[in-house]
Structures are given as structure tokens and as C-alpha cells.
């Protein structure tokens, strides 16, 4: 499983406009509205990174209201919680 970690930039009064178009997109586990240099914050797990890139490449670059975004791909994650377990894509 590839996790992928999206810091994104948004216009101010599109804010929840634009988490609402995020977390509905395959892919998309958590969309967080944070405090700092970013507006959002969203969590990926696909299969493959072919996968995540098709959800920031074809499908975040065309929600309006998203001014910006940086990717960062995980390589390894550790949690007290089975991810492959509860993300399941199978």
C-alpha cells in the first residue's frame, strides 16, 4: 500500500467547499482543515502510486478553489493501529 500525505493551499471562503470535493474522491482516507502554512491536509492510501497520482494529478487539480498542493509520499508508517487492516483495498 502507497500512503501519500497532500498539503494544499485553498481560497479562504472555499475552504470547506474544496474539503468537501476531497474527501469523496477515491483514495481520499481524511481531509483535515489545519492552522499554518497550509489550508488542508489530506491522507491518500492506494495500491499502487500509479494510483496517486492519478487522484492529485487528474482529479485535485481540477476542484475549483484549490489555489496550490505538495505531495509527500510515505515510506514507511508506523501507527498502533493496523492500517492495512483498516484501509483494506482489496
Same mark, same amino acid.
Request: net charge neutral; no cysteine; glycine share 24%.
Given at each position: 500500500m502507497v500512503n501519500a500525505i497532500v498539503l494544499m493551499k485553498a481560497e479562504p471562503r472555499k475552504i470547506t467547499a474544496v474539503m468537501d470535493k476531497i474527501v469523496v474522491l477515491k483514495h481520499v482516507s481524511e481531509v483535515y $482543515?489545519? $492552522?499554518?502554512r497550509y489550508d488542508l491536509v489530506a491522507v491518500l492510501r492506494a495500491p499502487t502510486n500509479d494510483a496517486i497520482a492519478e487522484v492529485v494529478t487528474d482529479h485535485l487539480v481540477s476542484i475549483d478553489g484549490l489555489l496550490s498542493s505538495e505531495t509527500l509520499l510515505a515510506f514507511r508508517a508506523s501507527s498502533k493501529y493496523d492500517l492495512e487492516q483498516m484501509f483494506d483495498l482489496d
Open positions: $482543515s489545519v $492552522s499554518g
